[in-house]
């Protein structure tokens, strides 16, 4: 009853940008923490950045100062703003949230599909 539907992904040029969205629709009570995860080929899923209902921020070293996390509660939407971008940013990214459906509120844990991200040299 919950997904999480994600766009923006897309080829770009190193030092070029990005801007991605994920909107979750359905069911929804409401949401805790909303976060981006990205996996490389090759490598394990890994967080980029999460920020909580009250606007607290958390990124991954390798992306801080260059990459941008915000949401629209209104909108159950989470948005990444991605400048800068290098090529060992090329991974598959995927939306997460934490989503309160019921009585008695726990969270639980809802992921989208992956959205690429490929960034050429």
């Known amino acids: 009853q919950v997904r999480l539907v994600e766009s923006g992904g897309g080829l770009v040029q190193a030092g070029g940008s990005l801007r991605l969205s994920c909107a979750a629709s359905?069911?929804?009570?409401?949401?805790?923490?909303m976060g981006w995860y990205r996996q490389a080929p090759g490598k394990q899923r890994e967080l980029v950045a999460a920020?909580?209902?009250?606007?607290?921020?958390n990124y991954a070293d390798s992306v801080r100062g260059r990459f941008t996390i915000s949401r629209d509660n209104a909108k159950n939407t989470v948005y990444l703003q991605m400048n800068s971008l290098k090529p060992e940013d090329t991974a598959v990214y995927y939306c997460?949230?934490?989503?309160?459906?019921?009585?008695?509120?726990?969270?639980?844990?809802?992921w989208g599909q992956g959205t690429q991200v490929t960034v050429s040299s």
């Open positions: 920020i909580t209902s009250g606007g607290t921020t």
């Open positions: 997460n949230a934490g989503v309160v459906t019921t009585t008695p509120a726990f969270p639980e844990d809802y």
């Open positions: 359905g069911s929804i009570i409401g949401i805790n923490v």
